[in-house]
DNA sequence: CGCTTATCTGGAACGAGTCAAGTAAACGTC
DNA sequence: GACGTTTACTTGACTCGTTCCAGATAAGCG
């Protein structure tokens, strides 16, 4: 059993579910966070399927766990966010995402067409963090959007 | 504020506004669009209080020109910012906000605490449509947010 | 096993924004 | 300056995503 310590999705999950649950559960206890089905739920929900949206993760955790009640998932998303094992986006004109990749300051590019989004790693070092003028801000965090078509909606 | 001596708010508004109303009407002309009360009023607002939300936009608006219905502010802050005549943002955790700086690509920078706005020249060239990997993306646009203390919510 | 914390049921409420149908106003034309 | 078409505004109900509000039940962990 590859116990992946840094929270990094594993890409090679065999027997679905088996590993990233495991997974799923230690980081949990490493954030000090009680081990429940919901929580390791809506985790592997959103390490199957990134930048879901709170209606999206709840049907993907019903899917699998059966009844889980909203409120359940939105307590889950908050804590988990809280925790800093969730990340929380909020792009323009669509609701709140969640995505497992966390640590990392890392970006999105968003299709237009079809709001599909990508992560784009932090290109370098300079644009990060770095306005010509802070007018006095003490600044700790630079969030770039990248706005354009995808390649199954350029056509 | 200037009181008109009837009670009708009608060409009698000669002061500060004066020359923003014209501004505002002829820029209205100029993208096509009739030129009504609650039209110029908003660009009026918008110029004054920048970076407002449609509710802020709203109260603005009828303090000036007495009753306005709400649907009214919607309908004009979407045509305006069909027209082009002015940008609405949606930073997370927030209302949309509009301005009517528009024409070019500036950022905004946001405090944690307050939630005051302040712009952000587009610093230089680099940063602002160069991902690492576009992923075959076509991309137009680069939105890029700065989060932090502004000087009054630092101590 | 018991204490603590999470989740459930189910509701109500919220702010932001939209839809729909009728009324009023702007502006080119006469 | 009045007319009539087109466009804008009013009114009011409504959706959507999200949060809050209990009390009751269930489950995790020491």
Same mark, same amino acid.
């Given at each position: 059993?590859?116990?992946?310590?840094?929270?990094?999705?594993?890409?090679?999950?065999?027997?679905?579910?088996?590993?990233?649950?495991?997974?799923?559960?230690?980081?949990?206890?490493?954030?000090?966070?009680?081990?429940?089905?919901?929580?390791?739920?809506?985790?592997?929900?959103?390490?199957?399927?990134?930048?879901?949206?709170?209606?999206?993760v709840?049907?993907? $955790?019903?899917? #699998?766990?059966? &009844?889980?009640?909203?409120?359940?998932?939105?307590?889950?998303?908050? /804590? @988990?966010? !809280? *925790?800093?094992l969730?990340?929380?986006?909020?792009?323009?004109?669509?609701?709140?995402?969640y995505?497992?990749?966390?640590?990392?300051?890392?970006?999105?590019?968003?299709?237009?067409?079809?709001?599909?989004?990508?992560? $784009?790693?932090? #290109?370098?070092? &300079?644009?990060?963090?770095?306005?010509?003028?802070?007018?006095g801000? /003490? @600044?700790? !965090? *630079?969030?770039?959007?990248?706005?354009?078509?995808?390649?199954?909606?350029?056509?």
């Amino acid at each position: 059993m590859p116990t992946d310590e840094e929270g990094r999705p594993r890409p090679a999950a065999r027997r679905q579910g088996e590993t990233s649950r495991d997974d799923a559960a230690s980081r949990l206890r490493a954030a000090g966070l009680r081990v429940t089905a919901p929580r390791v739920g809506v985790l592997v929900a959103l390490e199957c399927e990134s930048h879901a949206d709170a209606d999206t993760v709840a049907r993907h $955790v019903r899917s #699998s766990l059966g &009844a889980v009640s909203t409120q359940a998932v939105y307590d889950v998303l908050h /804590a @988990l966010t !809280e *925790a800093g094992l969730l990340r929380r986006i909020e792009p323009a004109g669509s609701a709140a995402r969640y995505e497992t990749r966390v640590g990392d300051n890392h970006h999105h590019m968003i299709c237009r067409s079809c709001g599909v989004i990508v992560d $784009v790693d932090c #290109s370098g070092e &300079a644009p990060c963090l770095a306005p010509a003028h802070t007018h006095g801000f /003490a @600044l700790d !965090e *630079a969030e770039v959007t990248f706005w354009g078509l995808c390649p199954d909606c350029r056509q």
